[in-house]
């Protein structure tokens, strides 16, 4: 889409280390107990269709705002994402990202590695190659929201870190993503329909509703 007077410290954190390392490990548990909760709520849905927004903040401080919607089978990972500006579809194996503006479809591999965050895994990522830590709980409007961070175990990775906040039925509310070059991105799940039948159609791209489009294969 087009983010002291240090002798004084040192001696005051070489005694609170035992404490401070106690907490850590308590907010990680707290953290990672909270988490197994969603991952079993959202294990046992077939199909998930969401309204969501979207919000880029680049480091000097330009916004980017969108909204779409999501429809999501997880058997086979199909997915069919909906933006203002752009449509991207996937049947599993191939990805298509249309743009109208610019009259292009850009078509590649699903890329379905682990370390990928994308609509397969959005509600799932964190299962593996991160810590976790809890933060403290906050507000969105009427809304008492778990908050969590999620820091890459890989010192390689393109985010910095993760934010989850988590509402009262154990759903992702947000998910803000910040990355090394200081920019975040937020992506709020404002309405979850689960197991609803979805149409196989929904994900399967027609070439023929695209004739005036040029099509690049990456793949």
């Known amino acids: 889409m087009r983010i002291i007077p240090i002798t004084r410290i040192l001696i005051?954190?070489?005694?609170?280390?035992p404490i401070a390392a106690a907490k850590a490990q308590t907010k990680a548990g707290n953290a990672k107990a909270t988490l197994?909760?969603?991952?079993?709520?959202?294990?046992?849905?077939r199909?998930?269709?969401?309204?969501?927004?979207f919000v880029a903040t680049q480091a000097d401080g330009q916004q980017y705002n969108d909204s779409g919607s999501l429809k999501l089978e997880k058997?086979?990972?199909?997915?069919?994402?909906?933006?203002n500006a752009q449509e991207i579809i996937s049947d599993g194996k191939s990805v298509w990202s249309i743009l109208p503006e610019d009259k292009e479809i850009q078509v590649s591999e699903v890329d379905n590695s682990a370390e990928t965050l994308g609509p397969q895994n959005l509600f799932t990522f964190?299962?593996?190659?991160?810590?976790?830590?809890?933060?403290?709980?906050?507000?969105?409007?009427n809304q008492s929201l778990k908050?969590?961070?999620?820091?890459?175990?890989?010192?390689?990775?393109s985010y910095a870190k993760i934010k989850l906040r988590i509402n009262?039925?154990?759903?992702?509310?947000?998910i803000t993503v910040y990355d090394r070059a200081s920019s975040s991105y937020t992506y709020t799940v404002n309405a979850l329909y689960v197991n609803q039948k979805i149409p196989q159609s929904t994900f399967t791209f027609q070439k023929n509703q695209f004739k005036d489009f040029e099509l690049v294969d990456l793949r």
């Open 12 to 17: 005051l954190a070489l005694l609170c280390l």
């Open 36 to 45: 197994d909760q969603v991952s079993k709520k959202y294990d046992s849905y």
């Open 47 to 53: 199909t998930m269709m969401a309204d969501f927004s």
């Open 75 to 83: 058997a086979g990972n199909k997915y069919r994402i909906k933006l």
């Open 126 to 141: 964190y299962r593996t190659g991160y810590t976790y830590t809890a933060l403290a709980d906050e507000r969105a409007g």
């Open 147 to 157: 908050a969590i961070q999620l820091t890459p175990t890989d010192k390689s990775s």
């Open 168 to 174: 009262g039925n154990n759903h992702i509310h947000d």
